[in-house]
C-alpha cells in the first residue's frame, strides 16, 4: 500500500468513524453526554483534517518532484551535441 493510499484509508477510517460518533451522540438522553460526544467528533474531525491537509501537501510534493524530473528530460531532449577533435594518433606497422 502506497502512502498516499494509506493517507486515504486513514481518513475514510475517521470519516466513518465521525458518522459512528454523530448516529451515538444522536441517541444520548444527557445533555453532559451529549457535549462530550460532539467534543470528541470535532476532535476526529480535526484529525481527519490534518490527515487531508498532510495527504495533499504529499500529492504537492510529488507533483512538484515529477514537474521537475520532466524538466530535466525537457532539457536533455534539447541539448546539442557538438564534435572536437583532440587529438590524432598516426601508426605504421613495418
Known amino acids: 500500500m502506497t502512502s498516499r493510499q494509506a493517507f486515504e484509508q486513514a481518513v475514510n477510517d475517521l470519516d466513518g ?6 448516529r451515538e451522540a444522536r441517541l444520548y438522553g444527557s445533555l ?8 470528541r467528533i470535532r476532535e476526529l ?4 483534517n490534518r490527515k487531508r491537509r498532510a495527504l495533499f501537501e504529499a500529492q504537492d510534493e510529488v507533483d512538484r518532484k515529477k514537474e521537475g524530473l520532466i524538466a530535466g528530460v525537457e532539457a536533455r ?3 546539442t551535441l557538438t564534435e572536437e577533435l583532440l587529438f590524432v594518433i598516426h601508426w605504421r606497422v613495418n
Do not use: C, N
Open 17 to 22: 468513524e465521525i458518522r459512528i460518533a454523530k
Open 45 to 48: 474531525e480535526g484529525e481527519r
Open 77 to 79: 531532449l534539447h541539448q
Open 32 to 39: 453532559e453526554t451529549k457535549v462530550a460526544a460532539q467534543r
